[in-house]
C-alpha cells in the first residue's frame, strides 16, 4: 500500500490579482509561503516523511515543495496546469469558472480531456513507481481533473484552496482518504 500526498501550490501573486495562470508563472506571495510552511509544519507534526517527491515544473510548485521539504525531488512536466494558449494571464473572470471542455483550444490551449489524461498517466506512472509514501506537488486543476478521473465522489464539493492536501491510499486502485486544509 503506497500514500501519496498531493498538493497545491501555495498563493501566487496571480491568484491574488484574478489572473488565470495555467503554465505562465508568477512567484509566491507571503502569504503563500507561509501556507507552505504551515504544510510543512502539518507533515512533521505528523511524523511524515517521504520516500519520494515530486513537483510540477511551475517555479510556483518548486518553491512550494523545497519549503516543504529537504528531500531531493523529480521535477515533471506531466504535473504542469493545463496550458491556456493566449489567453495565459488574463482576467480569471473572462473565462468559464469550471468546465472548460474544449474553451482553452481555440486560443492554442489544451482540451480538458489531453490535461486530464496527461495528469492521470503521469501519477498513475509515479504510483507505480518507487517509495511508499510520496509528495507531488502541483496545481488546482491538475488535483480537480485527477480526482475526477478515479471518480472521487466528492470532485466537485471540496475546496482546492491553495496547499491543499489530498491524502490518497494506492494499492492497484485509488482511494481517497481525506482532504487537509493545514493552511488558512
Given at each position: 500500500m503506497k500514500t501519496i500526498y498531493l498538493i497545491r501550490h501555495g498563493e501566487t501573486l496571480f491568484n491574488v490579482m484574478g489572473?488565470?495562470?495555467g503554465q505562465c508563472d508568477s512567484p509566491?506571495?507571503?502569504?503563500?509561503i507561509e501556507q507552505a510552511l504551515?504544510?510543512?509544519?502539518?507533515?512533521n507534526d505528523h511524523h511524515i516523511s517521504f520516500d519520494k517527491v515530486y513537483t510540477s515544473?511551475?517555479?510556483?510548485?518548486?518553491?512550494?515543495?523545497?519549503l516543504i521539504t529537504n528531500k531531493p525531488y523529480t521535477k515533471l512536466k506531466g504535473l504542469k496546469e493545463i496550458y491556456l494558449g493566449t489567453k495565459e494571464a488574463s482576467l480569471r473572470s473572462s473565462s468559464p469558472a469550471y468546465g472548460y471542455t474544449d474553451y482553452f483550444v481555440q486560443f492554442g490551449g489544451e482540451h480538458i480531456d489531453e490535461v486530464t489524461n496527461r495528469i492521470y498517466n503521469t501519477i498513475d506512472k509515479?504510483?507505480?513507481?518507487?517509495?511508499d509514501t510520496i509528495l507531488i506537488v502541483s496545481h488546482g486543476l491538475v488535483?480537480?481533473?485527477?480526482?475526477?478521473?478515479?471518480?472521487y465522489p466528492k470532485t466537485d464539493t471540496v475546496k482546492y484552496d491553495n496547499c491543499?492536501?489530498?491524502?490518497?491510499?494506492?494499492?492497484?486502485?485509488?482511494h481517497v482518504i481525506e482532504d487537509i486544509h493545514p493552511a488558512q
Open positions: 489572473l488565470e495562470q509566491l506571495t507571503a502569504k503563500g504551515q504544510a510543512k509544519k502539518w507533515f515544473t511551475s517555479e510556483r510548485a518548486i518553491d512550494t515543495c523545497e509515479i504510483a507505480h513507481g518507487q517509495g488535483m480537480r481533473r485527477f480526482l475526477h478521473k478515479i471518480n491543499v492536501i489530498f491524502k490518497i491510499l494506492y494499492d492497484n486502485e485509488y
